[in-house]
């Protein structure tokens, strides 16, 4: 028999953990990473002596591993985000451990907006039923409302506690089918089921003998095999920062230096600056190498490199470089999601700066056009103003244009965040929908 399934390299896979506050995040993960022998001894040592672990005896609280923070261990609840990193013989994985609190919800935003999975977890104990239809918590569907905006490929709903409901085969099915109830509603394309208890690792790494009713893979097993679509998008590259060696020189320096967002670029290339709307070639590419810095052929998404292009053209800080068979128009009006953070509302007389890659203008609420009810899944339109942790669609005007394009198919200049001018508060995430000018 091959053994090609068990050595193929699938690539890096970041995925996030969501659900509720003791849904139990921080304890799969550190289960995840015992089982599959990702923790080192000292680690385990330390764990065993940690002054603030919610076990008995010499049991080990795996829910520390992530929960990093003093605050985190003495209250007992996720606060930031934590980062964890592992690998199988199949795959790496890159690992966030979001919070379950409403007050956090910025930071799960933070998590996903990498993430190419969420696992998000339901405690099969505190799911009710009312009038004989399955209830899910508010923050389960506001999280998987915030997964959906955010375009993440995959969604794992991993029902926890199951130890505690007798590997009830008769729960899982009613939780699941709520669910998917609420993944036809938020549109979610692809979405799995796993039965687990974190607590004793059931159907985490290996299959529970507890559960012999479920015929589908444990959760590592589901994560090694999940397929990663990395789109091949078009050009853009904002421009950081402008470099220069010696402005008196005759064979001066110009180098424009930034992240290649999307896409790829190679030496020779024509490309073109916006917004002025300028063709050049791509003269030279210079990337950071061991010790130092060398020239290279090509650079592609997530480098950090420096362009120095043939022709003398005016570029600064926020313009962006973009292939020559994919020019958006620069907009000044543009229709977003919002996740509204701070405990300010939204105000549509007031002005907000708007950060998007390297570009930072003033930007004007116009109006809310919507705004999602979590409880219900319905859109309000008769709100006018965003709250804390509301989700709401909206309309802007900018005071200059910028390269904009829609979050669906182009993530890295089709997301910003809105910041508060008086306070410097980041006081919102947005994904454009659609750019105008």
């Not at 938020?186 to 039965?195: A, Y």
């Not at 973009?322 to 007031?350: G, I």
Request: hydrophobic letters at 40%; proline letters at 3%.
């Amino acid at each position: 028999m091959s053994t090609t399934n068990h050595t193929e390299d699938l690539g890096v896979l970041r995925f996030i953990t969501a659900g509720s506050v003791d849904d139990g995040k921080s304890t799969l993960i550190g289960r995840l990473l015992y089982d599959s022998k990702a923790v080192l001894s000292d680690q385990l040592s330390a764990l065993s002596r940690a002054k603030n672990k919610r076990t008995v005896g010499d049991e080990i609280d795996l829910s520390l591993l992530t929960d990093g923070l003093e605050a985190e261990r003495e209250q007992g609840i996720t606060i930031d985000v934590a980062y964890r990193y592992f690998q199988t013989v199949r795959r790496k994985f890159i690992i966030a451990d979001t919070p379950g609190h409403e007050q956090y919800t910025r930071n799960m935003v933070t998590g996903a907006s990498t993430a190419d999975a969420a696992i998000v977890l339901v405690d099969a104990t505190r799911v009710t039923t009312v009038d004989g239809k399955t209830q899910l918590l508010a923050q389960t569907k506001r999280h998987s409302a915030i997964v959906k905006l955010l375009g993440l490929q995959h969604v794992i709903v991993a029902i926890n506690k199951m130890d505690l409901v007798d590997y009830s085969e008769q729960r899982f099915n009613e939780i699941r089918d709520a669910y998917v109830e609420l993944a036809a509603h938020l549109k979610l394309d692809d979405v799995r089921f796993v039965p687990v208890s974190a607590l004793k690792g059931d159907n985490v790494v290996q299959a529970s003998e507890s559960m012999p009713w479920y015929a589908g893979e444990p959760l590592l097993p589901l994560l090694e095999s999940l397929p990663v679509r990395r789109a091949r998008h078009a050009l853009r590259f904002p421009v950081q920062w402008v470099a220069r060696q010696d402005g008196h020189l005759s064979d001066d320096f110009r180098g424009y230096m930034g992240r290649v967002e999307s896409g790829e670029v190679s030496v020779g290339d024509t490309i073109v600056v916006l917004p002025a709307n300028r063709e050049a070639i791509v003269a030279e590419i210079i990337a950071p190498v061991p010790g130092g810095t060398a020239s290279v052929d090509r650079a592609f998404a997530g480098q950090c490199v420096t362009v120095r292009l043939a022709e003398d053209v005016d570029v600064s800080r926020g313009d962006t470089f973009v292939s020559t068979n994919d020019v958006p128009t620069p907009a000044r009006k543009l229709e977003a999601d919002l996740c509204w953070f701070d405990e300010e509302p939204l105000s549509t007389q007031r002005k907000y700066l708007l950060k998007q890659t390297s570009n930072t203008v003033f930007a004007r609420v116009g109006a809310v056009r919507q705004v999602l009810d979590v409880h219900t899944l319905s859109h309000a339109l008769d709100r006018h103003s965003l709250k804390m942790n509301d989700i709401g669609s909206v309309s802007l005007t900018l005071q200059k244009p910028i390269v904009a394009d829609e979050y669906d198919t182009q993530p890295a200049t089709g997301a910003f965040v809105l910041i508060d001018e008086a306070t410097h508060h980041t006081v919102a995430a947005g994904m454009i929908r659609a750019a105008s000018n």
